[in-house]
């Protein structure tokens, strides 16, 4: 297969913003669209969404509907983000892992190594399930899900040791997200789990308060994790979801057709934002690689000790916060998607 290359690939998402025509005229209606990633699109899933999402809104519109976007965490963290859009502050946002704070249920898609590759993911997020989700979350909170996007798998790195198999993590102390089934999922492995917010990662694991973290490969990069960390473990434990959502009072306020169009180029945004996130990721690997990171692939027999220690004792502490149900409906699609491939 031959390798795209990024000015390619900014060929056709150009192409995309350019395939409509319109004239300069004054919006009708304006979009505050806000994440906190950056808005450089090369090396950003949710910059690239965004601008795609944009340029798609306003040049079928004619520009009767402006997308006005604030990236970078101009308008706070992802917590703030999802709380504007909720009381109207905001129109829209682009979030991640805080969604399931706001959407309990949505944390079942966080349940490690559920999704065995992301054509799984795209499938059962794409499909009914998602669709189940996206219906539940606006129902309990009032942010409609246009469509889902892709933070990626998030693996492990430490400054200690080799990790291949849930033993190597004994005692390592791992920075985690400040979510609770991250907690469980690292304490079921053997480590040491540590929630520390985003802005003082990087602290903590120069002073050595923390051996490790997790992350996806593209953060893990461009955040130069690998002047701090030594060993990368590419166990895939987490499939990240981003979710696109819109407050569903301003959601409504727009036709019929606008309300179309918004769904439509979000498909495309996310699946945009996607691509960037794969190449990155498959770029990243060989990056770190070069950059003096020693990369371990644990074999199909690792991985399953991987997942039967740390499952179990995630779904056992998710079944006490959520229904049960969720968590049947998932494995169940994920299952009938492995089947279709």
Not at 231 to 238: A, G
Not at 249 to 258: F, I
Not at 284 to 309: H, N, S, Y
Request: glycine share 8%; proline share 5%; with cysteine.
């Amino acid at each position: 297969m031959k390798m795209i290359s990024k000015g390619a690939l900014f060929g056709a998402v150009s192409m995309v913003a350019a395939s409509f025509g319109y004239s300069a005229q004054a919006a009708d209606v304006t979009l505050n669209f806000a994440h906190v990633d950056p808005a450089e699109w090369t090396t950003s899933k949710k910059g690239a969404a965004s601008q795609v999402f944009k340029n798609i809104v306003e040049a079928e519109s004619g520009g009767r509907i402006e997308v006005a976007l604030f990236p970078a965490g101009a308008l706070g963290g992802e917590t703030d983000l999802l709380q504007n859009t909720q009381d109207g502050t905001l129109a829209m946002s682009m979030v991640s892992g805080p969604f399931s704070k706001v959407c309990p249920e949505a944390a079942v898609l966080d349940i490690p190594y559920v999704f065995p590759n992301a054509n799984v993911a795209w499938n059962v997020l794409d499909g009914g399930f998602g669709d189940e989700l996206a219906a539940h979350c606006l129902e309990k909170t009032g942010l409609r899900t246009l469509a889902y996007g892709e933070t990626g798998f998030r693996n492990f790195t430490n400054s200690k040791r080799t990790v291949a198999e849930p033993k190597d993590m004994d005692g390592l102390k791992i920075r985690v997200m400040t979510v609770p089934l991250f907690v469980e999922m690292v304490k079921a492995l053997g480590g040491e789990p540590t929630p520390i917010p985003w802005p003082e990662v990087p602290t903590a694991l120069t002073t050595g308060t923390v051996d490790g973290q997790e992350n996806p490969i593209s953060v893990i990069y461009a955040n130069k994790f690998y002047e701090m960390q030594k060993y990368l473990t590419l166990d895939r434990h987490v499939y990240g979801t981003d979710f696109i959502v819109i407050n569903e009072a301003v959601y409504q306020g727009l036709s019929e057709a606008d309300q179309a169009l918004l769904r439509r180029a979000a498909g495309v945004a996310s699946n945009v934002g996607r691509a960037i996130q794969q190449f990155n990721s498959a770029e990243g690997v060989a990056k770190l690689a070069a950059e003096g990171m020693e990369v371990t692939t644990p074999t199909a027999e690792q991985l399953k000790a991987f997942r039967d220690a740390a499952q179990p004792a995630v779904i056992s502490w998710l079944s006490g916060q959520i229904d049960a149900e969720w968590i049947e409906k998932l494995q169940k699609a994920v299952s009938e998607a492995e089947a279709s491939m």
